[in-house]
């Protein structure tokens, strides 16, 4: 190939420039012309295409965000959206392109994989929900954010004598919250993948442990559990304990990324390379058994992701 592009897609996560600067040099030291895509498929559809070289995206290493933006697009998910795209590719001699964001996004460069434009997905999202791979960039950025954030709430709860219900993201997924909780030692973790009963597994085991001598609390609360406030106010209402629930939110995107998150998105980024370098589409980056490897992003979309019960088991077991 001669010319490839990369652009990011779906939701920001800290370390995608590193995934951005990592594809744009390994694609010169491999002899290509290199174009960011900027706002994702969007910019795909619209033409908003510019070049770039290994001085464009010096000193983007450590910082959060995106400098290819992104946004959603509905009209990429419509035959006459792809057809768009497709010929925005031909126009600008475009023949692969490094998609880097989540499942979504990967159904986006399945698409353009069949209408003649190899793609490679690259997992960037915080939520770490990508069946295909153990690891998303992003990731342990946001769980140390996330745990930055609980421990100076529980440093107040602590001074009050409170329960403080921290809300987390991940809208589908409940790995965030699960690291997040064992991390900051909280009582209760609550996560879409597990059924829980408010009255026995958090308001019950408050009170028990309340017996033993101890005055504060966190519970921690995944995105798509939700009603915080409802819970916050029923543990209060329950226990006797002042309780205060705090929503943490988009904060937790951002940020400086972390080593591993540098590490690994350089790692991907220069995989995806390799592999357009080929002349290989239609895969998806994958982080397996300590290895960088890839696959097949019809098998990769089709994989369900187990939510690890043994650790969600440990984490409850130790909340004493």
């Given at each position: 190939m001669k010319t490839i592009a990369v652009l990011t897609s779906g939701g920001d996560a800290p370390g995608m420039n590193a995934a951005i600067r990592a594809v744009v040099?390994?694609?010169?030291?491999?002899g290509m012309n290199v174009k960011g895509i900027r706002r994702g498929y969007a910019g795909l559809i619209e033409g908003d295409i510019i070049d770039m070289d290994a001085r464009s995206v010096s000193d983007i290493i450590h910082r959060g965000g995106t400098i290819l933006y992104t946004a959603r697009c509905p009209e990429f998910k419509t035959q006459e959206g792809i057809d768009?795209?497709?010929?925005?590719?031909?126009k600008h001699g475009i023949e692969g392109i490094v998609v880097i964001g989540g499942d979504g996004s990967f159904r986006g460069a399945r698409d353009l994989s069949l209408g003649g434009i190899p793609c490679v997905g690259v997992p960037g999202t915080i939520d770490n929900d990508i069946s295909s791979t153990e690891y998303t960039i992003g990731y342990d950025t946001a769980m140390n954010t996330a745990m930055e954030l609980a421990d100076k709430l529980r440093d107040t709860a602590q001074s009050h004598e409170r329960c403080s219900v921290v809300e987390v993201m991940g809208r589908k997924a409940g790995?965030?919250?699960?690291?997040t909780g064992i991390a900051c030692g909280a009582i209760?973790?609550?996560v879409p993948e597990v059924k829980f009963d408010l009255?026995?597994?958090?308001i019950e085991k408050i009170k028990a442990v309340h017996k033993t001598g101890k005055k504060h609390f966190v519970v921690v609360v995944a995105e798509g559990v939700g009603g915080v406030e409802e819970i916050a106010a029923k543990i209060e209402e329950e226990t006797g304990i002042e309780s205060r629930a705090t929503i943490l939110g988009h904060v937790q995107r951002g940020g400086i990324p972390t080593v591993r998150d540098r590490v690994m998105a350089s790692q991907f980024g220069y995989h995806a390379v390799e592999l357009l370098n080929q002349g290989i589409g239609n895969r998806v980056v994958t982080f397996v058994g300590n290895e960088v490897s890839d696959k097949d992003i019809y098998e990769a979309l089709a994989m369900k992701k187990e939510f690890s019960l043994d650790r969600y088991n440990i984490a409850t077991a130790i909340s004493i």
């Open positions: 040099r390994a694609g010169i030291s491999m768009k795209a497709i010929a925005t590719c031909k790995y965030l919250a699960l690291q209760s973790i609550l009255e026995k597994d958090v």
